[in-house]
């Protein structure tokens, strides 16, 4: 399993963020060539990124890299400057239609194929912003086996909403909502959106212990500081990976015995009751948990 508990966004045109990016604990590093980047710095934006892609080690990181929208003549360049590097995920902003995954893994392909890279080596990633996109969200999600995941950008989606966003986030529900089945149903992970407000550190939490519940896999975030709160609320608690160790043993016991029964404490122990014990297990493990504890 890969976590993906928080995927940091790194402004391609900041340097210094760019050298020291690896030593945050986030799970995934994001470089951005698209919002965070003004028109005039679009240039020197690219190459740093595609410099430090080439030069700078960010070991057990994920690295993606968020280019802009391909109908731009700075999306096809950014293509074309991340995907010979060989080393990250192309980010897709702004996608509205399964064509628009498409036509990016026509262009990844030519590059690949011209780079002398390995067909289908590289990743993409697709983020819905607006109401078309969401409402296209599982056509997106399965769009293409490069997909490692679909996101949900919020400020934009609720804009095109005619709306502002709440702290209880209801506004975003639905779209939260559609994003998520469209990941489950492409077996793929769903990425929440960024949340704002880096001094609100409550609201942070709340946001994220909402959207763990709903199902994502993890959040978009724009500050470090926002990496530990996230990673608390993620990652499985002493007593949740005690008692899936408890279940998967059940289980264990009972196909010695040829039991087809199987209980803990009373209580039967069905399929989807085991499925999630392998997941907290399975994130444990991820996590590095399930090593410590044995070397406890």
Do not use: W
């Not at 983020?127 to 078309?132: H, P, R, Y």
């Not at 779209?175 to 149903?185: E, F, P």
């Amino acid at each position: 399993m890969k976590l993906r508990r928080t995927m940091l966004y790194v402004p391609g045109n900041n340097p210094g963020m760019i050298k020291d990016a690896g030593v945050y604990p986030a799970d995934c590093i994001m470089f951005d060539l698209e919002d965070s980047v003004s028109l005039a710095e679009k240039d020197a934006a690219r190459f740093l990124v595609h410099e430090a892609l080439c030069t700078i080690d960010y070991p057990g990181k994920e690295l993606l890299v968020r280019i802009n929208a391909l109908d731009t003549e700075m999306g096809r360049e950014d293509l074309e400057a991340i995907v010979r590097t060989g080393r990250a995920t192309i980010r897709l902003p702004k996608t509205e239609s399964a064509q628009d995954i498409l036509d990016c893994e026509k262009e990844i392909a030519r590059i690949e194929k011209d780079a002398g890279l390995v067909p289908g080596s590289t990743g993409m990633m697709a983020a819905v912003e607006s109401a078309k996109g969401v409402l296209n969200a599982k056509e997106i999600a399965c769009a293409s086996t490069r997909l490692i995941g679909i996101a949900i950008g919020a400020e934009d989606y609720v804009t095109d909403l005619k709306t502002n966003r709440s702290p209880e986030g209801i506004e975003l529900l639905f779209g939260r909502s559609m994003v998520l089945l469209a990941a489950r149903s492409a077996g793929i992970d769903a990425i929440d959106t960024v949340y704002s407000d880096i001094d609100n550190e409550e609201g942070l939490r709340k946001e994220t212990t909402l959207i763990k519940q709903l199902g994502f896999d993890g959040k978009s975030i724009i500050n470090p500081r926002q990496i530990q709160p996230i990673h608390e609320i993620y990652t499985p608690t002493e007593k949740e990976i005690s008692k899936s160790l408890l279940i998967i043993e059940a289980i264990e016991e009972a196909k010695k015995r040829g039991s087809g029964v199987i209980a803990l404490n009373g209580k039967m122990i069905d399929k989807p009751v085991a499925l999630r014990a392998q997941r907290v297990l399975d994130l444990a493990s991820a996590a590095g948990l399930l090593k410590r504890r044995e070397e406890a």
